[in-house]
């Protein structure tokens, strides 16, 4: 399952428009009796629109992202080996291509992201979340303040009910890639201009935890976003 936001407007002498947020939680199941069951779902959230030229300071707001996964097969019936990951994608802050107000960077901010899966089976499991941000959007002109980048947070969580060699194997992994800070573009002339400071970079959580089987692979990687200097 996968469900993709659309972008926002970028426009003259008024606001960008706002990115569309996407949110799934549970949109997928299956069954497979003792067999291999892989299931995957997708949020991407839409990009703000910035602005051209015109009066209006400001860029739309970045669209946001979650995808949470909660899914139980240890009953009878359920399958041998069972694989899930969520991923989600934010939205990135709007471009704008027209001098801005110091302060109106904040709101071309980047969306924010999250991904969190649990997931428990009776022998082979694989739970795994991939979570990834858009940039903050672009600043331009004098003093301005580009768009930061989203915070950005991957959980992930495996269990096996089986005992002993029959619990097999349990892989948890949780990815957490960052979301980079704006840069700021030209407004002026000259170059002693002060084109202002760009975005910070975003901050990333990511946690996994595994439980249950004879052996076990538990992964989480965090990496923050870079900031524009």
Do not use: M, Y
Not at 44 to 67: E, K, L, R, V
Not at 81 to 104: F, K, L, M, Y
């Amino acid at each position: 399952l996968s469900l993709t936001g659309g972008n926002g407007g970028s426009v003259n002498a008024a606001s960008g428009g706002d990115g569309a947020s996407e949110s799934i939680t549970n949109g997928v199941s299956g069954s497979d009796p003792g067999g291999n069951l892989t299931l995957n779902q997708t949020a991407d959230a839409g990009t703000a629109g910035g602005i051209g030229a015109g009066t209006s300071p400001f860029g739309g707001t970045a669209g946001n992202a979650s995808s949470i996964l909660n899914l139980d097969f240890s009953g009878a019936g359920g399958p041998g080996s069972v694989t899930g990951t969520v991923i989600a994608a934010s939205g990135g802050g709007g471009q704008n291509s027209d001098p801005i107000a110091p302060g109106a960077g904040q709101d071309n901010v980047a969306g924010q992201a999250h991904g969190q899966i649990t997931l428990t089976g009776t022998a082979q499991v694989s739970a795994n979340a991939v979570l990834s941000g858009g940039t903050g959007g672009q600043g331009f002109g004098n003093g301005v303040q580009a768009g930061d980048g989203g915070v950005i947070t991957a959980i992930a969580t495996g269990t096996s009910v089986g005992t002993g060699t029959s619990g097999g194997t349990v892989a948890a992994s949780a990815n957490a890639g960052g979301s980079r800070g704006g840069q700021v573009a030209g407004g002026g002339s000259g170059p002693s201009e002060n084109r202002g400071d760009g975005g910070a970079g975003g901050n990333t959580f990511a946690t996994s935890d595994a439980s249950g089987a004879s052996n076990f692979n538990v992964t989480a990687s965090s990496n923050a976003g870079a900031g524009w200097g």
